[in-house]
């Protein structure tokens, strides 16, 4: 008998559990327990729990102090089930993949609710729709049949259980929390913005921003209104398409200084100011609710709080434990070392294998020793910057790492012609809605074998992230965009999927620590710990980034260094 058991909440409170074959059946009768957290404990020898959800169960062991070391979550594998066969978007809950495994009618997916601000207790509710443990049960195994229609069976097993180590690892992170000083918060907010008027109107550093850019016009300017910025330029006689920082840099006018710094201040008093530290930051702890795959990529995203987004000035209010200490790791060039591992390219294999600067490493190659130019042109080979003299970087690329440049254009001609895009472990890009007909045919792409100057910027002057954020591709019907996309899809998104198990092997790593991970985003994780485990930890998580390596991409040099800084404070690691 193997170690899986399957677990499903029953209608009266209770819990039903079962044995599971290797089938993915039952393999036993099924036992009902009066308690969700005493069955868990009085099973010690599972090695995986399957069950619906983890939002459904976790919360509750978490709060009694039970740590499960390994699960499979129906609903995460359903949702990348349903995008590797070309329906992505379909409903994904249980009772949906239920239904179209007895081809009956197919309820929706219920809406997703809004994160409430420091009421952790309501972000893991369960939904209301019962899935019997029987028919859960049914719901698994024909997930392990359809793992074996893949084109990749072992690695789209390795995802699903990958995607459910990721949902463990969220639920513990979003109850332990990323330690947050208020009283530093504060603090650093007076600095900016002065002091707060009553009546909840901006505070008064932004006001005197306010009234330099209306001097600097010559009339009245709402600068929080971008229609009133774009007119008052227009009165003054510039034309501008919009009040993002990089149009506005490039302008000559007395209002643009006060403006830039007034945007810059608006926001962080928006998104990070007084009314945001009441409602998130709750006993010394910010706890946002993290989302795996929140992304068509993979990558993480949060249900409110914006986690990932938090401004260099207000980590500052990020201070560790009185004794304990903050292990700050940054993955090195991430995406390139991935499209080095996807692509099998032999020389670009052996300069990403290095821990040395990639960068340099290819300008050495192929720029004359340019690092800039170098870091221009990998970026914009995976990124899409395919003209001008984008064109003229890749040009020199493929001549020096033609397999590597080969399998993002054929992701790129793929994208165009409507196909499916798939990362190496097998996360779908979905085509656009009203593609070709041959829109679930895979891409073409071998899977098997041996600042503004860098790229183009989203508008808002931010750096480039997600695709979907920055690339007008996902969803599109223009064929050039959607290249684009998937050009940046199969890299940025098998990153994501070394990031999970990057997650999972550290998370094994510090269980026997009293370290905790507290946060983390597409290349950077951070790990709360007492002084004395932080050089521990630090090597753990180089350790886990290697093994990750090797279970997600097979033996290759490819290595991904992180830079670790131990801190007591967020701010100085960078």
Known sequence: MTGRWALAPAEDGGVEVAALGPDGLLAGSVVKEGDLVGAVRARPEVTRWVWRSTAEVQHRLLAAGVRVDRCYDVEAAETLLLGHEGHLGEPRSAAAALARLRGGPVPPDPPQRAA???????LFEPRPTHIPLQDLVAVYADQQRRHDT??????????????SAGMLVASEMNRTGLPWRADVHREVLHDLLGERYAGGGEPRRLAELAEEVSAAFGRRVRCDLPADVVKAF????????????????????????????????????????????????????FRPEYLPGGTVTGRWVTNGGGALQIPKVIRRAVVADPGWRLVVADAAQMEPRVLAAISRDPAFMEVAGRTADLYQSVSDRAFSGDRAQAKLAVLGAIYGQTSGDGLKNLAALRRRFPRAIAYVDDAARAGEEGRLVRT???RTCPPASGASENATEEAGIPQEGPSPTEVPSPADGSSPTDPEQWIPGYASHNPRARGRFARNFVVQGSAADWALLLLAALRRSCANLAAELVFFQHDEVIVHCPAEEADTVAAAIQEASDLAMRLTFGETPVRIPFTTAVVECYADAK
């Open 150 to 163: 893949t084109a990749h069976p072992g690695r789209m097993r390795l995802l699903t259980a990958a995607e």
């Open 116 to 122: 409430e601000p420091g009421a952790q207790s309501s």
């Open 234 to 285: 227009a009165q003054a006689g510039i034309k501008v398409r919009s009040t993002r920082r990089w149009e506005l840099e490039s302008l000559d006018h007395p209002a643009v200084r006060p403006l830039l710094e007034y945007k810059r201040l608006y926001r962080i008093w928006v998104a990070h100011g007084w009314s945001w530290l009441t409602d998130w930051v709750r006993d010394g702890r």
């Open 424 to 426: 190496w472990l097998g």
